[in-house]
């Protein structure tokens, strides 16, 4: 039987990871701020969406134990696909918000169980040499989901409001549209997904082994040096940004009248999935770059202030209010590279902490910690816009930006840790 190329399933597996955390981070904002719902209840509401994210290390290990990867991955996707038909026939419903937020959770827990399953196939699907090959590749393929999902879909629903001159049905359609797309996911890499020797259950461990290993690993992650001030860092390095996050898009979108810039969805699509994706993409891969070049320690600070400073555009755009476009691009741009430039220092970040035995899954605990920092400050963001408005919210912000300072000061970092090894 023919080998099958990667090029066949990477590009696809990656954009199928990312096209649903899209849904249920960013999609799932700007519909519920079109159908009338209040800020505070939205972003309470899509903020416990991130809770399948921060659980995710508490039945990663199981996950080789019942089935393989690929049929997780499968299965998944088909789940994913059957969610968002879920959230496309409740939309036009009586009871559209609990039946949209049941199948949205849905989602979110298929989408979480199908990272791990993806991550874990990727190594076992390919050599090492491809393996590093294609670690670019799934980066892009999952950035053009975030693209895709943020700025064309929005966009798509925002045209069909205009064609159809009603909001509900528009986004139905909307969702309709990305459940087939899953549909045909799942058959694709129900056909196109090699099967690897190695993927199969782990039958030798029982269950209570994987508890009793889980619990040993629980311990180790607790007892490394700097355990607490790795922990605030991986918690209050992007409080700022937790804060700003949602409420910087429900700010984009708003009417005028409630102090928003009143932008359409296609302009949001534009501004925030397109242009703001882009400029976080930049900023990330500039971050690796000069990371590798000097290390993690030598470029601590510029990432700090690069991930907290541009925050300000939005104090701007509050006051200043611009009609144009460009300007409002060009400010998102800013902000969006700063942050992919400064969250390069958060990852490196985690990679450091979780160094020595069990790493991969000490990296999981610390990827946990990363989506409870998201999570936290927005269950709240949206009540405390709405008791002080957007002005003074994003002078709160940048206030906050003071915990950014304190965490990273207290970090013990190796200088040489991150630099490219001279062979």
Avoid at 368 to 393: C, H, N, R
Wanted: aromatic share 16%.
């Amino acid at each position: 039987m023919k080998k099958k190329t990667p090029w066949a399933w990477v590009p696809t597996l990656y954009f199928a990871e990312g096209l649903p955390y899209v849904a249920v981070m960013t999609i799932s904002l700007i519909m519920y701020k079109r159908l009338g719902l209040s800020n505070t209840d939205i972003t309470l509401y899509t903020s416990w969406l991130y809770l399948p994210w921060v659980i995710k290390p508490l039945w990663s290990p199981f996950i080789d134990i019942i089935k393989t990867k690929r049929w997780w991955i499968v299965t998944m996707q088909l789940l994913i696909g059957a969610a968002l038909g879920g959230v496309a026939f409740t939309i036009p419903a009586p009871y559209w918000l609990q039946g949209s937020l049941a199948f949205f959770w849905l989602m979110a827990f298929a989408s979480a169980t199908h990272d791990i399953a993806a991550d874990g196939f990727y190594m076992l699907g390919l050599e090492q040499h491809a393996q590093a090959y294609f670690v670019g590749i799934r980066s892009t393929f999952y950035r053009i989901a975030t693209i895709v999902g943020q700025g064309l879909l929005v966009m798509l629903a925002g045209n069909l409001e205009v064609i159809t001159r009603n909001v509900k049905y528009s986004w139905s359609l909307m969702f309709y549209g990305m459940s087939g797309l899953f549909i045909a996911f799942w058959l694709w890499h129900h056909y196109i997904l090699p099967r690897p020797t190695e993927d199969k259950g782990i039958e030798k461990m029982s269950g209570q082994q994987i508890i009793q290993e889980f619990w040993h690993t629980l311990k180790t992650f607790f007892q490394k040096p700097q355990v607490w001030a790795g922990i605030c860092f991986m918690l209050f390095y992007r409080m700022p940004e937790g804060l700003l996050a949602k409420v910087s898009a429900l700010f984009l979108i708003d009417a005028t009248a409630n102090g928003g810039l009143g932008l359409s969805p296609a302009e949001y699509g534009l501004v925030q999935g397109t242009v703001g994706v882009i400029g976080l993409t930049l900023g990330g891969i500039l971050g690796g770059i000069v990371a590798s070049r000097d290390g993690l320690k030598h470029w601590l600070w510029p990432m700090v202030m690069a991930i907290t400073l541009p925050d300000i555009v939005y104090v701007y755009l509050s006051y200043a209010m611009p009609e144009s476009l460009f300007i409002i691009n060009v400010c998102v741009f800013i902000e969006q590279f700063g942050y992919g430039f400064g969250f390069s220092a958060y990852m490196l970040y985690l990679i450091y902490y979780s160094q020595g035995e069990y790493k991969t899954a000490h990296y999981a605990l610390c990827t946990a910690f990363m989506a409870l920092s998201m999570m936290i400050p927005g269950l709240f963001a949206g009540a405390l816009q709405e008791s002080v408005g957007y002005k003074t919210f994003f002078l709160i912000v940048m206030a906050a930006c003071t915990l950014t300072y304190i965490v990273s000061a207290t970090l013990k970092i190796d200088p040489e840790f991150g630099k490219k090894k001279e062979k």
